[in-house]
């Protein structure tokens, strides 16, 4: 009861109150971002395996052997297959190729189709296939075909009813560049179309689902049994790009809650050490009373206790509110809601709770049991302790924080090594800009002048706040600029006639009447290339299979087929890094090198139609991928291509006036493919605001920890600033000089820490700019406004207004203390 009475009195006098505040917004923070990156990564995992159709897949070229379906299904596993290949659709009076895909009754396993009954509509999800003598078709077949729901179309010699507009399959996002528009048939009817004969080309797939124990042990049944290749693929390996974007979006949410749960700490270690400073006197009364070393401790421990567990329960319920706004804001990109958040994950906020308590606060609180009898009649006796020594205990917890929170030690190693950069850069400035104000406040009486001189005279605790204060507003003006700025820049550096739709399969002969038409109704189109299919076998003469056994970390010029080119000149977006582009060699995208560790000289091994072709790497190009004109990686020499039949690539740009016109005059090139990606550019852009948006809920925790830093930091010293105020009243001062001091002081605090922010923002974008987005680098004026004004509005704010009792603080008071 003691206890409790000590603790209720306590939350009176705002010491506790700010440890309790800071614990909660440290765990909210962590629980808020935890819990909604534990529903991403879910969400991903099973988006994945809707993309692939099931948990797992086969693919290749024969078909699917009896023994694997009857072993799959024996270990209790779903099972279905489908068999893709490129087949002549008739219907209407026209014609039309086409990826036709045969699926059994019971795909997907995973996921659903997007169908719809009009054409070009936005699609209604489905995990019905089309029934036997049923088709669905793309809406672009249609067109092309100019055929509708309820007629017929023809696949070999079987003829088959238009049921529905296919918007997307499970299969489609794993061949988003083929050939032909998409239609998906029932495998009962593959056989009467019979289209499939010896030497017909045949992508088989083999799918099952299951719980991951018997997914685990049918596996390793199957593995054996594949040849070289073939291999079980994973929905995260097919999303495997979509993954490396959301660990990067993870990645700078983490980053920016770590920041915010290092300030809660901080705040709470002040608040810690002006409770100590207040308490110190208090507890050498009990010791004088008979209070043993052991009952102070069960004293604090059951304090700490309560509020370490009123903190978790707090933050933890405010978290779940934060991961659910995060959530909220993102909602329009999820192409599914997001699986319900896992209570298991509430763990971490309590971890990080205890570890704050633990680093920030305990060996504070430990020196109230030191505290000697004696401090009752020395009041102002130093207190042993090594504050160094605390410092340390406190950049450990620090750091454990980080390494727990991020799931590494990587992420927490550089942010550690960043900040004791930026704040030795923040001190030798900070000490440089309060040396300046001091000189400027020699022997004068003014509150201005007042206010400067406190700079100085609180060197230590304004360089500590002006530390703070300038890594809230620089990140904070960093994710501003991401959010508006740098998306802006992004966008405006896309010429606004970037090639929207792809050119595929087109014929030699196509070639010029399709360029005479875009000619003459002014449609903005690229180079034509041609495209022969090729695979890099060996590196050096070393077979790939021996270089990445397992296929573990295989660059992607040898894990599939590539599509293969040659050219006399550089196309638009592509520049010669090294070697000679001219020379009778193969020519490499620089990151393609890269990833495969080659260079200049080395030899590749490319099998093209059954034919081995040894070439030397003679030239390094870098692509600029944005400009989404055709690049390729490998380009390879006329002499080795050109007797190969190519199908040729290219893109252009069509506007909501030229999109029509140009649709019915490629309807009379049925064999002609077209990739919309239009869409997809918005989709992208759509992305990056919508994930700022869901950073700025973030950005409001780091801003809420940066406030109570401040407040604690201000309560710090306001035992010491209630002295110097009673000290100006006694000589005379106004209580509007006392305020015009604190304005300055707070004034000035803000405005330095807004223009080292704002630099250190602009230095930020800038290398954002150059090595993560690869644009041309610009400045950002509007930074340099809004970093001082907002840094000096907010400090100001905050700071007079936790300071706000030295305005009220009577003469009386420091003669009392006399």
């Not at 489908?82 to 002549?88: H, K, R």
């Not at 079980?232 to 999303?239: A, S």
């Not at 102070?296 to 304090?303: A, D, E, G, I, N």
């Not at 060996?363 to 020594?389: D, T």
């Amino acid at each position: 009861m003691f206890a409790w009475r000590l603790l209720f009195r306590e939350f009176k006098t705002g010491d506790v109150l700010t440890l309790l505040v800071a614990l909660v917004v440290s765990v909210s923070t962590v629980t808020g971002i935890g819990l909604f990156v534990d529903r991403l990564q879910q969400s991903f995992e099973v988006q994945s395996a809707n993309l692939l159709g099931a948990d797992r897949s086969v693919r290749r070229d024969d078909p699917i052997p009896t023994e694997w379906i009857e072993a799959a299904k024996s270990d209790d596993l779903e099972v279905a297959q489908t068999a893709s290949f490129s087949s002549m659709v008739f219907g209407g009076d026209g014609l039309q190729l086409a990826q036709i895909t045969a699926v059994t009754s019971n795909y997907p396993l995973r996921g659903s189709y997007l169908v719809d009954d009009s054409m070009f509509g936005g699609g209604m999800s489905t995990v019905t296939p089309p029934k036997p003598g049923e088709i669905w078709l793309s809406s672009r077949l249609a067109s092309l075909l100019s055929v509708s729901i309820g007629q017929q179309v023809r696949v070999g010699e079987a003829s088959l009813t238009v049921s529905n507009y296919l918007v997307r399959d499970p299969g489609s996002a794993t061949s988003a560049f083929s050939i032909a528009p998409r239609a998906v048939m029932n495998e009962a009817d593959l056989a009467a179309t019979e289209v499939i004969i010896p030497g017909s080309r045949v992508r088989y797939a083999f799918l099952y689902a299951g719980t991951p124990e018997r997914l685990e042990a049918f596996d390793s049944l199957l593995k054996p049994k594949l040849n070289e290749s073939e291999r079980i693929r994973t929905p995260i390996e097919r999303g495997e790009r979509i993954g490396n974007t959301v660990n990067r979006a993870e990645s700078f949410l983490l980053l920016a809650g770590t920041l915010a749960v290092v300030m809660s700490g901080v705040a709470m270690a002040l608040a810690s050490s002006r409770y100590v400073k207040r308490h110190l006197t208090q507890f050498a009364v009990m010791k004088t009373m008979g209070a043993t070393p052991k009952r102070l401790v069960r004293l604090m421990t059951f304090q700490v206790s309560m509020i370490t567990f009123i903190g978790i329960v707090l933050g933890s319920l405010l978290g779940l509110a934060v991961q659910e706004a995060i959530a909220g804001v993102l909602a329009s990109l999820m192409t599914s809601g997001l699986p319900a958040p896992s209570l298991s994950k509430l763990w971490l906020g309590g971890a990080t709770a205890v570890i704050s308590v633990l680093a920030f606060c305990t060996p504070l609180l430990a020196r109230l049991i030191q505290v000697p009898p004696l401090r009752v009649l020395q009041p102002n006796a130093e207190l042993k302790g090594s504050a160094a020594l605390l410092f340390i205990f406190g950049l450990i917890g620090m750091y454990l924080l980080m390494v727990v929170y991020a799931g590494g030690w990587m992420l927490p190693s550089i942010m550690m090594v960043a900040l004791g950069a930026v704040t030795l850069l923040v001190l030798v400035l900070g000490w440089g800009l309060f040396r300046m104000s001091r000189l400027l406040s020699r022997q004068t009486t003014t509150g201005w002048q007042l206010g400067l001189a406190a700079l100085h005279r609180r060197l230590i605790a304004n360089l500590f706040q002006l530390l703070v204060f300038t890594l809230i507003i620089m990140l904070s003006l960093v994710l501003v600029g991401v959010q508006s700025n740098l998306i802006k820049d992004w966008q405006a550096q896309i010429p606004s006639d970037t090639p929207n739709h792809y050119l595929f399969n087109v014929q030699e002969s196509q070639v010029g009447d399709i360029s005479e038409f875009t000619s003459t109704s002014n449609i903005v189109a690229s180079e034509w290339y041609p495209m022969v299919r090729g695979r890099v076998t060996h590196i050096n003469g070393v077979a790939s299979e021996e270089l990445f056994p397992d296929r573990q970390n295989e660059p992607e010029i040898v894990e599939r087929e590539l599509n293969l080119t040659w050219a006399d000149t550089l196309g638009e977006g592509t520049e010669l890094i090294d070697g000679d582009f001219s020379a009778e060699g193969v020519s490499i995208e620089q990151e393609a090198a890269k990833e495969a560790n080659v260079g200049l000289g080395d030899k590749l091994t490319i099998n093209i139609g059954g034919l081995d072709y040894s070439l030397p790497i003679t030239s390094i190009r870098s692509v600029n991928w944005q400009s989404m004109q055709p690049n390729f990686y490998l380009i390879l020499p006329s002499s080795v291509l050109s007797d190969y039949q190519a199908n040729y690539v290219s893109s252009v740009f069509l506007t909501d006036q030229t999109a029509s016109k140009f649709y019915k005059f490629m309807a009379n090139y049925p064999t002609v493919s077209m990739l919309n990606i239009g869409e997809l550019l918005k989709q992208v852009q759509a992305i990056i605001a919508q994930l700022a948006s869901a950073l700025q809920i973030v950005l409001l925790f780091i801003l809420g920890a940066g406030a109570l830093v401040l407040i604690a930091s201000v309560r710090s010293t306001l035992d010491e600033r209630l002295e110097e105020g009673a000290l100006l009243r006694t000589l005379g001062a106004t209580k509007g000089i006392v305020r015009q001091a604190l304005l300055v002081e707070f004034g000035s605090l803000g405005l330095f820490s807004g223009i080292v922010g704002a630099a250190g923002a602009e230095l930020s974008l800038i290398g954002l700019q150059h090595f993560v987005f690869e644009m041309e680098v610009t400045f950002h004026p509007m930074l340099w406004l809004l970093g001082p004004l907002s840094g000096w509005l907010i400090v100001t704010i905050i700071g007079v207004f936790a300071s706000r009792a030295v305005l009220k603080v009577p003469p009386i008071r420091l003669l009392r203390s006399i």
